[in-house]
T-cell receptor, first 112, second 113 residues
């Protein structure tokens, strides 16, 4: 299994600001994903982070709102732009090489 | 579109009891199924991964079964402990050949000392 570190673990943000979440993996991984978990809900996939190219976004998520970078096989960032209270969620990075998914501890964002 | 349902949504049991959590999925053309545990406000911990060719997988006090034809999986927890209290999530690939997972809403388990 991979060790996945996410920063920040939590933050309180003001409406209209942007925040970048980092995901660092201790080994090279094939696939990296970003999920969102809204309060009391299950996980929803935001996008697949592609190394060296634009991320692949799921329906309902757009690059302007959630820009993603993946410069190499061990690191990715997710930015939540122009935040509103509806963006208050846990954001989770996940990785896989073999089909078994592993998750980071998540980044809990509260937008006031 | 794959849909995953977990029953019950919440379960409370006394310590020491054996229990079963249920997961059903609509598209049986999956190549694996994964069970996770989530503690409040935390990320997900992978518990068990069952490949489509397997019928069950065991790890310690946990046993997961898979019946693809009926679109069902169960997670059996033996001799439950208060430390088992968490939300348990079932997930399957969103489509053929996909690494993206579709999750159920989870079963929140409380084990009472």
């Amino acid at each position: 299994s991979a060790v996945i570190s996410q920063k920040p673990s939590r933050d309180i943000c003001q409406r209209g600001t942007s925040l970048t979440i980092q995901c660092q993996v201790d080994s090279q991984v094939t696939m990296m994903f970003w999920y969102r978990q809204q309060p009391g809900q299950s996980l929803t996939l935001i996008a697949t982070a592609n190394q060296g190219s634009e991320a692949t976004y799921e329906s309902g998520f757009v690059i302007d709102k959630f820009p993603i970078s993946r410069p190499n096989l061990t690191f990715s960032t997710l930015t939540v732009s122009n935040m509103s209270p509806e963006d208050s969620s846990i954001y989770l990075c996940s990785v896989t090489n073999t089909g078994e998914l592993f998750f980071g501890e998540g980044s809990r964002l509260t937008v006031l | 579109k794959q849909e995953v349902t977990q029953i019950p949504a919440a379960l409370s049991v006394p310590e020491g009891e054996n229990l079963v959590l249920n997961c059903s999925f609509t598209d049986s053309a999956i190549y694996n199924l994964q069970w996770f545990r989530q503690d409040p406000g935390k990320g997900l911990t992978s518990l068990l991964l069952i490949q489509s060719s397997q019928r069950e997988q065991t790890s310690g006090r946990l046993n997961a079964s898979l019946d693809k034809s009926s679109g069902r999986s169960t997670l059996y927890i033996a001799a439950s402990q208060p430390g088992d209290s968490a939300t348990y999530l079932c997930a399957v690939p969103a489509g053929a050949g996909s690494y993206q997972l579709t999750f159920g809403k989870g079963t929140k388990l409380s084990v009472i000392p």
